[in-house]
């Protein structure tokens, strides 16, 4: 089975505020999962279900920080991934069918 790609669900998320620091710059992305365990790979970005609002700042500070340990860059997406979930929910660009 391959990797889930949902270009309309990565749009949809940069119309959220940043999950991590509450900004709305017009920089917020859809940050993918780093981990293996959510299909990251070398060439490879994880399924785009793993993913978490992220404004400029923040992302870089998750993927090039160095002042961040590699436990609290994962706290830091997990609690991240969480709350776009539930900003998606929310907002109803996500249902139960």
Same mark, same amino acid.
Request: hydrophobic letters at 30%; aromatic letters at 10%.
């Given at each position: 089975m391959g990797l889930y790609r949902n #270009? /309309? =669900?990565l749009v949809i998320v940069r119309e %959220?505020? &940043?999950q991590v620091c509450g900004i709305e710059d017009g920089t917020v992305v859809a940050a993918h999962s780093n981990? $293996? @365990?959510d299909g990251k790979s070398t060439s $490879? /970005? %994880?399924n785009d279900y793993r993913i978490a609002a $992220? &404004?400029? #700042?923040c992302h870089s500070n998750l993927d090039q920080g160095s002042k961040l340990t590699r436990e609290e @860059?994962?706290?830091m997406w997990e609690d991240a991934? @969480? /709350?776009?979930?539930?900003? =998606?929910?929310e907002k109803e660009h996500l249902e139960v069918k």
């Open positions: #270009k /309309k =669900l %959220s505020p &940043c981990q $293996m @365990r $490879m /970005k %994880s $992220m &404004c400029y #700042k @860059r994962v706290d991934h @969480r /709350k776009t979930i539930g900003w =998606l929910f």
